[in-house]
Structures are given as C-alpha cells and as structure tokens.
T-cell receptor, first 112, second 112 residues
Framework: DQQVKQNSPSLSVQEGRISILNCDYTNSMFDYFLWYKKYPAEGPTFLISISSIKDKNEDGRFTVFLNKSAKHLSLHIVPSQPGDSAVYFCAASDWGNYQLIWGAGTKLIIKP | KAGVTQTPRYLIKTRGQQVTLSCSPISGHRSVSWYQQTPGQGLQFLFEYFSETQRNKGNFPGRFSGRQFSNSRSEMNVSTLELGDSALYLC???????????FGEGSWLTVV
C-alpha cells in the first residue's frame, strides 16, 4: 500500500506561470516532508522541506504547503523556468523505521 | 564541503557476476542509505546504515547486501546479477535520523 502518492505522473506548464505539484500521504505519524528534484541519470537534489508543525515554508521561488487535516502537501514554483523541467519527488519521514517513504514522482515539463 | 561520492559511476556486468558499489558520505554524516531506481520507476529503498549497523532493509532479495565502515563509508554488493538488476543505484547520507538526506550522483549498473 502506497503511503505517499503523487497522482500526476506528468505536468506541463508554460514558462513564467506557476507550477503546482501535489502529494498525498496516508500515515498521520509522518512529521517531516521533503521535496527533491531529479534530472535524468543524476541523483535527486534536495529542494525544500517542511515540518508538521508548520503549514508553509518558502525558499525563493519554491513554496511548500502542508495541510495536515487533508494529509496533503503541495510544491509551488513561481515563476516556472525551463531549468525546472525535471522529475519531482515528495518524501515523508518514517524515522521510526529509519527511512523516507517516497512518492512515485511527477515529471514537470516547462514549455517555452 | 564535498558531497556524497559514489564509485564507479558507470559499469557493465554479465549475468551471474557480482558487483560492489562504494559510497563516501558527506563529512560528518553518519547515516547512509541506498536506493535503486529503474527506468520509469520511483526510488526503491534498499537499506540504511548508521554507525556500522543496518537499521532497516527494503524488500529486496538476499542477493543485495551492504555494510558500513567505521569512517561511515558504505558499500553495497549484489551477487548473482540478473538482467533486472540494471538500474541507477543511489547512495544518500545524513547527519542522523530525522535530518534531510543528500544524494550522490549514483552508479549506473547495466547487466548484460
């Protein structure tokens, strides 16, 4: 059973517009969430994280929102740039088991 | 500060052979985890080590094993290679449990 779900395998957004990537989770014990960006043939790069005690965290063009009641988080990228084209993974901490639980990823394509 | 270093970056092996992949974590990081990514798939957790102890293992056959040394460097080994083992193997390190993990560039394994 997938505990972290990214239901959109891909997303296409016009350059300069907002990109919104979504992630849902099922385990209410998760207390820390992270977003990673991955280019082909490279390791994922950490983007931004959020603790369950917050509902928003911002870093430059990237903002992550957490809705604990809905068990939902989203990553907003504003404005979207061509270099943002990549696969984005969300992950939730299951530190009791010493691991992160990963979503399947969403491929973001930024159109010129 | 050097990032996570994985060697080799690329390798080709024959079915039935074994392979050892190496990972040097970021200096000061004591937790090392390994992931497998096959084309079109998300990140599959292999195992996590902390202070030379394996604390968790993913759902992989016993052909996949690993270890961590006293200097936190880690190796993973795959024996009796199968074609399906062709993948990008990623190592990640973190200071300790509960911290953000940082990935290396990965080792591309092709089994022919």
């Amino acid at each position: 059973d997938q505990q972290v779900k990214q239901n959109s395998p891909s997303l296409s957004v016009q350059e300069g517009r907002i990109s919104i990537l979504n992630c849902d989770y099922t385990n209410s014990m998760f207390d820390y969430f992270l977003w990673y960006k991955k280019y082909p043939a490279e390791g994922p790069t950490f983007l931004i994280s959020i603790s369950s005690i917050k509902d928003k965290n911002e870093d430059g063009r990237f903002t992550v929102f957490l809705n604990k009641s809905a068990k939902h988080l989203s990553l907003h990228i504003v404005p979207s740039q061509p270099g943002d084209s990549a696969v984005y993974f969300c992950a939730a901490s299951d530190w009791g088991n010493y691991q992160l639980i990963w979503g399947a990823g969403t491929k973001l394509i930024i159109k010129p | 500060k050097a990032g996570v270093t994985q060697t080799p970056r690329y390798l080709i092996k024959t079915r039935g052979q074994q392979v050892t992949l190496s990972c040097s974590p970021i200096s000061g990081h004591r937790s090392v985890s390994w992931y497998q990514q096959t084309p079109g798939q998300g990140l599959q957790f292999l195992f996590e080590y902390f202070s030379e102890t394996q604390r968790n293992k993913g759902n992989f056959p016993g052909r996949f094993s690993g270890r961590q040394f006293s200097n936190s460097r880690s190796e993973m080994n795959v024996s009796t290679l199968e074609l399906g083992d062709s993948a990008l193997y990623l190592c990640a390190s973190s200071l300790a449990t509960g911290n953000t993990i940082y990935f290396g560039e990965g080792s591309w394994l092709t089994v022919v």
